[in-house]
């Protein structure tokens, strides 16, 4: 993990809900592995296809610029882009687009053994993974966009899906509100994941020996972990706590795990 810090520290960073945008075009939730960062996307995605229709919307999981301006389906409709470590280019796409962005965020340390719980991914490679997205978050400018942090449960308040509509501006009624939470609950989502293999085959994507995910939702046969939270003091030894703390240190600092 690169720990140049480009911005200075700001605990905890995040714009208000209050500064909502009309009627965006471009919507990209932004996150670390296990941060509930496809909670995020699902809602942000139904939320613009309550308010303009199915067949007007394309969300997509990339972290190339690539294979988002390159694919036709994005032509006449507005987009909503799942983003975790997001390559350099980006940062060009975002200077032209301006997209309205939802970050979330989680202890990156219970984030790397999230992953490792969940997907039997080694502990190292996990916790690269999870630094690119926390490269990523550092380049933001802070301040600048609404944080959702994992450890406030915001995917357990119904509230957190109405804050969401009114920054997109998305005009919406309390029974829909209510459908568009229920179908995310961590219960509902964890039969969800039970289910992916049951799906439409042109749908179902991974290697089964691995892992399945419904492309849709971008939910995961293993989706749903323990929800622990500091389970790295608990699985870590202490020398492991202090190695990972250090690579973690300048996003640790920036949203107030220090």
């Known amino acids: 993990m690169d720990t140049t810090e480009p911005h200075s520290a700001a605990a905890p960073a995040g714009a208000p809900w209050s500064r909502s945008r009309r009627n965006p075009r471009v919507v990209m939730t932004i996150g670390l592995y296990g941060s509930a960062s496809t909670w995020v996307f699902n809602v942000a995605r139904e939320l613009m296809i309550a308010q303009h229709g199915p067949a007007r919307i394309h969300a997509v999981y990339s972290d190339t610029v690539a294979k988002v301006v390159e694919d036709r ?17 980006w940062d060009v796409f975002a200077q032209l687009a301006d997209p309205t962005v939802i970050l979330s965020v989680r202890d990156p340390r219970d984030a790397a053994l999230s992953m490792v719980n969940r997907f039997n991914t080694a502990f190292e490679l996990a916790a690269n993974a999870v630094g690119r997205c926390c490269n990523r978050v550092l380049h933001l400018p802070p301040n600048a966009f609404p944080v959702l942090r994992y450890e406030d449960g915001f995917f357990r308040d119904p509230q957190t899906v109405r804050d969401i509509a009114a920054y997109l501006g998305v005009e919406l009624d309390e029974r829909t509100a209510g459908d ?20 439409p085959a ?4 991974g290697d089964p020996a691995v892992d399945l995910y419904d492309e849709v939702t971008q939910i995961h046969r293993g989706h749903i972990g323990d929800g622990t939270i500091g389970k790295w003091r608990r699985q870590l030894s202490a020398e492991q706590q202090q190695a990972i703390t ?3 240190a ?9």
């Open 250 to 258: 300048p996003f640790l600092r920036r949203f107030g795990y220090l």
């Open 180 to 199: 568009i939470f229920a179908r995310y609950t961590t219960d509902a989502v964890r039969a969800f994941a039970a289910g992916v293999e049951s799906l």
């Open 73 to 89: 389906q994005v032509l006449g409709r507005y987009l909503v882009w799942k983003m975790h470590y997001g390559e350099p280019q």
């Open 246 to 248: 250090t690579h973690f």
């Open 202 to 205: 042109e749908q179902v994507q």
